[in-house]
């Protein structure tokens, strides 16, 4: 008899385990997932961990895409099928004007559009990708003309430990946050839209003093976040508290 009790509470024991277990990847009962396409290319990144880090949020519905072999799926039609496109590419190669127009298009019907980390340096022959953004590094030459205006070329250093202040601490996507320190790669001298909401900003001498923002192009919410290189970043309870927020923010404000 002892045996069998001893058993039957074992048995419990592993089911409730188990159950609590499965409940914790699953979304809040009555809310769909969060559809996100994770967009990569042309930039070499540590993919394991990364997808380990997207992994660690029950409530997103991760598929991916890489550049430029899946051009063709940033075009209208995508907004149908995903909340939120996360562009974590460095993609340069040559765009026809279809394509462009399909990106443009695409955000005029209405998408939550989160540019992470080196996305910033892509499409550097398309002037019209900083206004999609908001802003832009130039890593490619050491003189920029863009716009009638000269640019010196962006700067990165990377394993840099970067002071970070809250610029918005009202908003939902920093909400709860507070001033923290992140061992990054820093991003340097990066031109950014006047009219850009501020939520991240620094006083590190090498590093942007926007950090993170958000923007709207067309119908399209925008979240540009310049942190995010590595493992170290992504295993910071900041980025991982502000990376979600925004992902939510993105889903609630799209048309």
């Known amino acids: 008899m002892k045996n069998h009790k001893l058993l039957f509470w074992i048995t419990l024991s592993f089911f409730t385990t188990a159950f609590l277990q499965a409940a914790e990847q699953e979304p809040p009962a009555g809310e769909k997932p969060i559809r996100v396409l994770v967009v990569t290319g042309g930039h070499s990144y540590n993919q394991p961990e990364f997808d380990k880090f997207l992994a660690s949020f029950p409530e997103l519905e991760i598929d991916q895409a890489r550049l430029p072999e899946d051009r063709a799926r940033i075009a ?10 996360l562009l974590y590419d460095q993609d340069n190669s ?15 019907e209405g998408i939550g559009l989160f540019a992470l980390h080196h996305h910033l340096s892509a499409h550097q022959d398309w002037e019209e990708h ?19 205006k000269e640019y010196p070329r962006s700067t990165f250093i990377d ?32 031109p950014v839209h006047p009219d ?34 590595g493992p170290s970043a992504w295993k910071q309870p900041e980025f991982a508290q502000i990376f979600i927020q925004g992902i939510r923010w993105l889903r609630d404000n799209r048309p």
């Open 130 to 148: 900083f206004d999609l953004i908001g802003g832009r590094d130039f890593f490619q030459k050491d003189v920029n003309l863009f716009r009638g």
């Open 196 to 229: 850009v909401h501020v939520l991240l900003s620094s006083t590190h001498p090498d590093v942007q003093q926007t950090v993170a923002y958000t923007w709207h192009y067309g119908k399209s919410p925008v979240f540009v976040n310049m942190l995010g290189h």
């Open 94 to 108: 040559p765009l026809s004007d279809e394509q462009k127009q399909n990106f443009v298009d695409l955000l005029n």
């Open 159 to 190: 394993d840099v430990d970067i002071n970070i202040d809250i610029a918005d601490s009202n908003h939902p996507i920093t909400r709860g946050v507070k001033p923290f320190t992140i061992h990054d790669e820093a991003y340097g001298r990066c």
């Open 76 to 85: 209208p039609g995508l907004e149908k099928e995903f909340d939120v496109l």
